[in-house]
């Protein structure tokens, strides 16, 4: 039975606004694998910054879901700008926009990682279970509500910065006005294998990335790690209500997600039921 992990953050963008807490999280991470779920280096590979381009996340995810067998336990983190992008092959039939995940070269005409290319890519054998952890703005489910949020905005606070990157203004004006009710990652087209998917916030909002006793960390990542290191073999559901809980206390907007079957909800975090 095999156990591999993928940890992806990306602080420095080529044409987009950085960041600054997203390599913090991938070593956060990585330490919670190592100290608490018993990977090993070997069992974890990760790419940061200028060398996440699309190309590096493609061949790493490969990596990740290749062999793939029964009893298997794969992770994939990825901390970094989410965005949305008119959707171009027909399937968003809601709200005409795919959801992407931003590498390094990020840029408009093709250089993301889009939720149908994840959907497909992340299909694995049934009996693999694949835990997916999202620090990025527009990761969740959430509502109806306009295609770019307000909360996108430069952030006010010079120590809080929304994870998401804006749009170009042909696609934001193609979109005005319209009230799009926006999907998640894994709602069509689920994998048949059970797949526990984190997300950092609800569709309609953005996720922090934030000092935190003075280090940058997505707040997301901070406090998962925070309450699994507090709780070793914590249930993931129990992890979702603390992690919730100190979002709201610390004064934080997002709202995390787990969507995940009832079987995932009441097993420990990064392992199988």
Not at 74 to 98: A, N, Y
Not at 146 to 160: G, I, K, L, Y
Request: with cysteine; glycine share 6%.
């Amino acid at each position: 039975m095999a156990r591999k992990a993928l940890l992806i953050g990306i602080n420095e963008y080529q044409r987009v606004n950085n960041l600054r807490g997203c390599g913090n999280d991938v070593s956060n991470l990585f330490s919670a694998l190592s100290d608490f779920a018993g990977f090993t280096s070997g069992q974890v590979r990760s790419v940061a910054h200028d060398r996440a381009t699309k190309a590096a996340i493609e061949n790493r995810l490969a990596w990740l879901v290749g062999d793939a067998a029964p009893g298997d336990l794969l992770i994939l983190h990825f901390s970094g700008h989410g965005s949305q992008v008119r959707d171009r092959d027909g399937d968003e039939l809601d709200d005409s926009l795919d959801e992407v995940l931003c590498p390094f070269d990020m840029d408009w005409d093709g250089s993301f990682i889009t939720d149908d290319y994840l959907r497909e890519k992340l299909r694995v054998p049934e009996g693999v279970v694949l835990e997916v952890i999202l620090d990025a703005c527009h990761s969740g489910e959430g509502s109806s509500h306009t295609a770019f949020p307000a909360s996108a905005a430069p952030a006010v606070d010079p120590n809080r910065q929304p994870r998401f990157a804006q749009p170009p203004v042909d696609i934001v004006v193609r979109h005005a006005g319209e009230q799009l009710p926006l999907r998640r990652l894994f709602r069509d087209s689920r994998p048949v294998s059970p797949v526990a998917l984190w997300s950092a916030c609800a569709e309609f909002q953005t996720a922090a990335d934030a000092s935190i006793e003075g280090v940058f960390n997505g707040a997301f990542t901070f406090f998962f790690c925070k309450h699994l290191r507090e709780n070793p073999g914590i249930l993931r559901a129990e992890l979702l209500r603390r992690v919730k809980s100190s979002l709201a206390l610390a004064g934080y907007s997002q709202v995390p997600e787990l969507s995940a079957p009832e079987s995932l909800k009441s097993a420990a975090v990064f392992r199988s039921p």
